[in-house]
């Protein structure tokens, strides 16, 4: 019988099955946090319970530290107690902590595909909704809540149960300058945030085989807003490129034999899907969101929908009250919109090639008066990687603060928000009333597009500042 990527992936990681759909499912990698994992692990040991295999599980501080350039743990005094506790049970349990400073530190859905902890085929968990990241290298990654994390650290098993499958074919080429991130977009607001609800997504295509792996990353990191708990992407030369020489990955003889078995992962021809789509990739445009939810996208050159267009009257209703907050009128281009800061990182897009693209943008240029600009990388080796390429010299005298690794403004749990009122372009992944602080509006777009309205002081096209010459 033809399966699925998904299907292979939990068939081989079922202990036992428990009826109705249901089943004990082995857990490969447990990635840990500064805000989910002190509670997990002082659960654990609460209950005077020994961490099933140490060995599979990785921590790093990312959600609640501060970015400032030269932070230390206790810059953001929560961030602080928050960083303590995660290291203290760290060492107290024997778990691997990749710390402040240290290469490995990072956004934890970077850190772990940067480094080869993460690899295909595997099941991984972490108590973040944006796990679904680590899909782009084939793994069947979820983020799981706090019971659910003490029970893998005890067990390291997990009982779940089998979604419903779509598979999304992106079939075509990408025009140039549309990346991974307009594509995620395109597809949240073609289809709906709910589109995904109860089902892992595969992305699929020709559009998806010519990207690299970390669009790929990206793409499956914007999955759950799709309402999907999984997104993946079947594995092959390119993965298999990117994982080669990684420090967690198999080396030698047993990397060639990894591969040969990530060869039999992809979806069997006539393997049946719950659910199918087709995206025109070559329809894509430059994408950027205009209300308060990720299905809230239009291209760069469209305008804001107006909600008397609406026959449901309870969607009328919130789109008119997304356009309340936002600030914006029916009906007017989204291109022109004037901007008061822009954020490059987090999850979605901090990693070196999204920084090599706003540093193409940003390059011979100069941020507008009166925007506030920040670039965070997503890891201390991106980081270190951008700085020996000198992307952070031409950040700083383009205006941009060059900062430290984390999830800084996207989550804005570690003190750094968009003040209210003020209007953010964001490569993070969610647009939430609030996200970024109190009455912050934001509009999610790519790094090009982020930077290019960094440089315009208003939403605008990146690729009509990339044909202009730089002054």
């Not at 921590?59 to 290291?87: E, I, N, Q, Y």
């Not at 859905?109 to 990241?133: A, F, N, Q, R, W």
């Not at 793994?139 to 003490?150: D, H, K, L, N």
């Not at 080429?173 to 990346?179: C, F």
Request: hydrophobic share 45%.
């Amino acid at each position: 019988m033809a399966r699925t990527l998904f299907d292979k992936v939990w068939d081989a990681h079922v202990v036992r099955e428990l009826g109705d759909g249901w089943a004990l499912l082995h857990i490969d990698r447990h990635l840990l946090h500064d805000l989910s994992g002190p509670p997990a692990l002082a659960e654990v040991a609460a209950r005077g319970l020994p961490l099933h295999d140490r060995e599979l599980v990785f921590a790093t501080p990312d959600h609640a530290m501060s970015s400032l350039p030269g932070r230390v743990a206790t810059t953001f005094p929560l961030g602080g107690r928050l960083h303590g506790a995660l290291k203290a049970q760290s060492a107290a349990m024997g778990v691997r902590l990749f710390d402040l400073g240290q290469p490995g530190q990072g956004i934890v859905h970077v850190m772990g595909p940067e480094l080869g902890i993460v690899l295909p085929g595997l099941t991984v968990i972490c108590g973040d909704s944006h796990t679904c990241t680590n899909g782009g290298l084939g793994a069947m990654a979820f983020g799981v809540g706090s019971s659910e994390s003490t029970h893998a650290l005890a067990t390291q098993t997990l009982r779940q149960q089998k979604p419903k499958q779509m598979r999304v074919r992106c079939e075509g080429r990408l025009r140039a300058g549309v990346t991974a991130k307009d594509l995620a977009l395109h597809t949240i607001g073609l289809l709906g945030a709910a589109a995904g609800v109860g089902h892992a997504v595969e992305f699929a295509g020709e559009a998806i085989e010519a990207m690299d792996v970390e669009g790929r990353l990206t793409l499956c990191n914007l999955s759950v807003e799709l309402g999907a708990r999984f997104g993946m992407v079947a594995p092959d030369e390119r993965t298999f490129d990117f994982l080669r020489g990684r420090p967690f990955a198999p080396q030698g003889a047993a990397f060639d034999a990894a591969v040969a078995h990530w060869r039999t992962l992809p979806s069997d021809t006539g393997a049946l899907f719950d659910c199918e789509v087709l995206i025109d990739a070559a329809t894509v445009r430059p994408t950027i969101t205009w209300g308060t939810s990720p299905e809230h996208a239009i291209a760069i050159g469209g305008q804001v929908p107006d909600p008397r267009d609406c026959s449901d009257a309870a969607q009328r209703d919130a789109l008119a009250a997304a356009l309340d907050y936002m600030g914006l009128a029916a009906g007017q281009p989204i291109a022109g919109t004037p901007v008061d800061w822009v954020f490059i990182g987090s999850c979605a897009n901090s990693r070196l090639s999204d920084l090599r693209a706003a540093a193409e943008v940003a390059r011979g240029r100069h941020v507008a008066a009166g925007v506030t600009a920040w670039v965070v990388p997503g890891s201390e080796n991106v980081k270190r990687a951008a700085e020996a390429e000198g992307l952070h010299t031409l950040f700083e005298a383009a205006g941009f603060a060059w900062r430290e690794p984390g999830c800084s403004m996207c989550v804005a749990a570690n003190g750094e928000q968009v003040p209210p009122q003020q209007r953010s372009v964001s490569t993070s992944n969610r647009n939430f009333v609030g996200r970024q602080g109190p009455g912050a509006r934001t509009h999610l777009a790519s790094p090009a597009m982020a930077a290019a309205a960094a440089i315009a002081g208003a939403i605008t096209d990146a690729a009509h500042l990339l044909l202009e010459t730089a002054p």
